[in-house]
């Protein structure tokens, strides 16, 4: 069986190391396609069920490339092929073409008037979904859109103008055909990127169970790779899990004995063996994916613009062909007018604008946005709030400050700790071997290696220790500094505590003597302060919502541009989801939100109920960046959820209307086009309006025939058609 192991490279900085890690693989016959995403820092690779996911990661950190595994998943075949319902629809659209093409060459053509109206019967008995959305209008007592353009094919076909009545069966078809075809592309192109969850989980007596079955008592295996299946304790075993997904925080947790562990997060090392507390559905994971279905019924979906002014545009035009023919005492006018008022090119103003934008967003940005009410809101979004780790910031440490002590030297004092780290898959130890190896694509190309390490032991979570040639090397932190019975001076120890709201402090001491301290923190990615500030100068308010508890929210708040006082930390995902629909004006939304300082914790935020109803969105837009599944209540939320993922688990692209294979600097131009787009859809909606007036005003006047209108018609459809290419060529 072909699985997929997503492993996440925190030394993947750029084209060399990708090549790099394709030559690893490529060798490998039991190991099949390989994605890379430099950007993400995270690789997916297809293989074989024979090869463990440990020997991927083992040949990658082979070179020092500080993978760890990230999620193991059951491919999703996902063919090219249609369905049988977009087949039918397809077909349909084409013959009804054909047979309409089929018909005018008949008829003007060879002049074979006949078979030209037996051509034109077929097309107009073909579109069976048109006078399906007509009798519903009737049966509604709305009229709409589809019941004047039925009315117009009816009257004509009955006037005996069956390439009239063709003609309108056959543009509506096509254009309805064009926006559904749009939109699909969209979300086919987003199911390749999904990778399926594995549906079973491996019990205590070696049998598997399916997750969704699992109860409280039962008793379920853990391995690296394996995503946490529920929430429950820990009775044996030791795991490095990470906990990122679930509440935000980048540091991985060490779980053992009695620890708890939370559905959702995800072993990176090691083995555990957990009684569940709590059944899949009412665990994290589950309740996050409940919340999210909860929150996207409550949303309500914008009318399409056209369908907003049909309500008004349909009685309209009825009532005025109705007092024409009742003026002149004919059939003839009322035909005319309601044919001439067929609203085909209103009809295309906004898909044929919105999908040529939504195609520009995908293929430029890399920004796929799901739906043509996700691009209107994205365009009047006055509020933008967003995820700190993996967002804002690269969910990656990195070496912010090295203080030497007694003159120790910088390079000298780095190259021991890598070569100790390098024996080490945690992330603060990639992160000190890349601190001093660099870009590793040139420390390979320059041919220098890493001295050898013997004597190696790692001492917990704490810190380890190594033998370079005749130096014995200790890394960690304060405590394991003294534990050793290394001397820390008051001194250094007061100037560590300094620095230790900043980042992770790390001791080095070399032969039993503290010789320097790092300081190691999530950095804040390079484009992170300019999007900002693009996204001020669009008039939209950037605000920082995430878990973390610390000191970090503000740092990476003043690094970015984001004002204090729009930094929310210590949120749960239920928070960040109610602060959402507060910001938007909804009513009934919960206000008391710990805006500043901690907030309570994952189990209580449970027993205060996460999925209770979400209150409907107010008037006021708002947009939401993340990239995590704890975000995905947000992101359900939001006018707009945007989630930042290339190689993404499924939960997060489902709660998303939108998702962001690029940078974050793809947002601000992105926004621009989608104002843009709105822009141009009022002029369309303009542009077709002005046209189908003027042709029922002469309609009326019983001065064009029914050939014209329909001609007037097609005249306007191509204007808007051609308007709407503007996108194309919009570069912000």
């Known amino acids: 069986m072909a699985t997929s192991s997503i492993l996440r490279v925190d030394n993947l900085c750029c084209g060399m190391e990708a090549k790099m890690i394709r030559d690893i693989f490529s060798p490998m016959t039991d190991v099949g396609d390989v994605k890379i995403s430099v950007q993400d820092r995270r690789i997916s690779v297809e293989h074989n069920s024979s090869i463990a996911p440990s020997v991927l990661v083992m040949k990658l950190n082979e070179k020092h490339l500080g993978a760890s595994l990230q999620e193991q998943q059951a491919v999703r075949q996902h063919g090219s092929h249609l369905t049988v319902r977009e087949w039918l629809l397809a077909t349909t659209v084409f013959l009804q073409a054909v047979l309409f093409a089929s018909a005018l060459g008949l008829r003007f053509g060879l002049k074979l008037h006949q078979a030209g109206n037996w051509a034109s019967m077929c097309c107009i008995a073909l579109s069976v979904p048109l006078a399906h959305d007509a009798l519903l209008a009737i049966r509604r007592c709305r009229p709409n859109v589809e019941l004047l353009m039925g009315i117009a094919m009816l009257g004509a076909a009955i006037q005996g103008e069956l390439i009239e009545a063709a003609s309108v069966g056959t543009i509506v078809s096509v254009m309805d055909f064009v926006k559904a075809n749009a939109m699909e592309a969209v979300e086919r192109r987003l199911s390749r990127m999904i990778t399926d969850a594995p549906p079973v989980v491996t019990m205590a007596g070696g049998k598997s169970k399916r997750v969704r079955d699992l109860i409280p008592g039962d008793v379920y295996l853990v391995r690296a790779g394996d995503r946490v299946s529920a929430d429950g304790v820990v009775i044996s075993g030791k795991a490095v899990v990470d906990e990122s997904q679930v509440n935000g925080e980048a540091m991985p947790q060490e779980k053992k004995g009695a620890s708890l562990v939370y559905g959702g997060s995800m072993c990176q090392s090691g083995f555990l063996k957990v009684k569940a507390d709590k059944s899949a559905e009412l665990s994290f994971d589950g309740q996050i994916s409940r919340m999210v279905k909860e929150a996207k019924t409550t949303l309500s979906e914008s009318e399409a613009l056209v369908g907003?002014?049909?309500?008004?545009?349909?009685?309209?035009?009825?009532?005025?062909?109705?007092?024409?023919?009742?003026?002149?005492?004919?059939?003839?006018?009322?035909?005319?007018?309601?044919?001439?008022?067929?609203?085909?090119?209103?009809?295309?103003?906004?898909?044929?604008?919105?999908?040529?934008?939504?195609?520009?967003?995908?293929?430029?940005?890399?920004?796929?946005?799901?739906?043509?009410?996700?691009?209107?809101?994205?365009?009047?979004?006055?509020?933008?709030?967003?995820?700190?780790?993996?967002?804002?910031?690269?969910?990656?440490?990195?070496?912010?400050?090295?203080?030497?002590?007694?003159g120790a030297d910088r390079d000298q004092v780095l190259r021991l700790v890598a070569a100790v780290e390098s024996r080490d898959n945690h992330p603060i130890a990639q992160a000190l071997v890349q601190s001093f190896t660099g870009c590793l694509g040139e420390f390979e190309a320059a041919s220098v290696s890493l001295p050898e390490v013997t004597d190696f032991k790692r001492h917990g979570r704490d810190g380890l220790t190594g033998s370079v040639g005749e130096v014995v090397v200790a890394v960690g932190n304060r405590d394991f500094v003294l534990r050793q019975g290394i001397p820390l001076l008051a001194a250094v120890?007061?100037?560590?505590?300094?620095?230790?709201?900043?980042?992770?402090?790390?001791?080095?001491?070399?032969?039993?003597?503290?010789?320097?301290?790092?300081?190691?923190?999530?950095?804040?990615?390079?484009?992170?302060?300019?999007?900002?500030?693009?996204?001020?100068?669009?008039?939209?308010?950037?605000?920082?919502?995430?878990?973390?508890?610390?000191?970090?929210?503000?740092?990476?708040?003043?690094?970015?541009?984001?004002?204090?006082?729009?930094?929310?930390?210590?949120?749960?995902?239920?928070?960040?989801?109610?602060?959402?629909?507060?910001?938007?004006?909804?009513?009934?939304?919960?206000?008391?939100?710990?805006?500043?300082?901690?907030?309570?914790?994952?189990?209580?935020?449970?027993?205060?109920?996460?999925?209770?109803?979400?209150?409907?969105?107010?008037?006021?837009?708002?947009?939401?960046?993340?990239?995590?599944?704890?975000?995905?209540?947000?992101?359900?939320?939001?006018?707009?959820?945007?989630?930042?993922?290339?190689?993404?688990?499924?939960?997060?692209?489902?709660?998303?209307?939108?998702?962001?294979?690029?940078?974050?600097?793809?947002?601000?131009?992105?926004?621009?086009?989608?104002?843009?787009?709105?822009?141009?859809?009022?002029?369309?909606?303009?542009?077709?309006?002005?046209?189908?007036?003027?042709?029922?005003?002469?309609?009326?006047?019983?001065?064009?025939?029914?050939?014209?209108?329909?001609?007037?018609?097609?005249?306007?459809?191509?204007?808007?058609?051609?308007?709407?290419?503007?996108?194309?060529?919009?570069?912000?």
């Open 308 to 406: 907003q002014f049909a309500v008004y545009y349909t009685p309209a035009v009825l009532l005025v062909a109705a007092a024409a023919a009742l003026f002149q005492m004919q059939l003839q006018p009322f035909l005319v007018i309601v044919v001439a008022g067929c609203p085909c090119a209103l009809l295309g103003a906004a898909p044929l604008a919105q999908g040529v934008t939504i195609s520009v967003l995908a293929s430029r940005y890399k920004l796929l946005v799901k739906r043509a009410t996700t691009l209107e809101s994205l365009g009047r979004s006055a509020i933008i709030c967003l995820d700190k780790t993996g967002t804002l910031t690269k969910g990656k440490f990195e070496l912010k400050h090295f203080e030497s002590i007694s």
């Open 493 to 732: 120890e007061s100037c560590a505590e300094q620095y230790a709201e900043k980042g992770t402090v790390i001791f080095v001491a070399i032969d039993e003597e503290v010789t320097a301290f790092l300081v190691l923190a999530d950095a804040v990615r390079e484009d992170s302060h300019r999007v900002i500030s693009q996204f001020k100068s669009l008039g939209l308010r950037p605000l920082l919502l995430t878990g973390d508890r610390g000191h970090s929210a503000e740092q990476v708040a003043e690094a970015t541009g984001i004002s204090a006082t729009d930094v929310y930390k210590g949120m749960l995902p239920a928070d960040k989801a109610r602060k959402v629909l507060e910001l938007s004006g909804a009513d009934d939304t919960d206000a008391e939100l710990s805006q500043k300082g901690t907030g309570p914790d994952i189990e209580r935020g449970m027993r205060r109920g996460l999925l209770q109803a979400m209150p409907t969105r107010g008037k006021l837009e708002v947009a939401f960046v993340g990239d995590g599944l704890n975000d995905c209540p947000a992101l359900a939320s939001a006018h707009v959820g945007i989630v930042i993922q290339e190689l993404g688990a499924q939960a997060t692209i489902d709660a998303a209307s939108a998702v962001l294979q690029g940078s974050l600097s793809s947002l601000p131009p992105a926004i621009v086009i989608a104002r843009r787009c709105q822009q141009l859809v009022g002029a369309n909606i303009a542009l077709a309006c002005a046209l189908n007036a003027a042709v029922i005003v002469l309609a009326s006047l019983n001065l064009i025939p029914l050939w014209f209108s329909v001609l007037m018609d097609s005249v306007g459809m191509m204007l808007v058609l051609l308007n709407s290419l503007w996108p194309l060529m919009w570069h912000p």
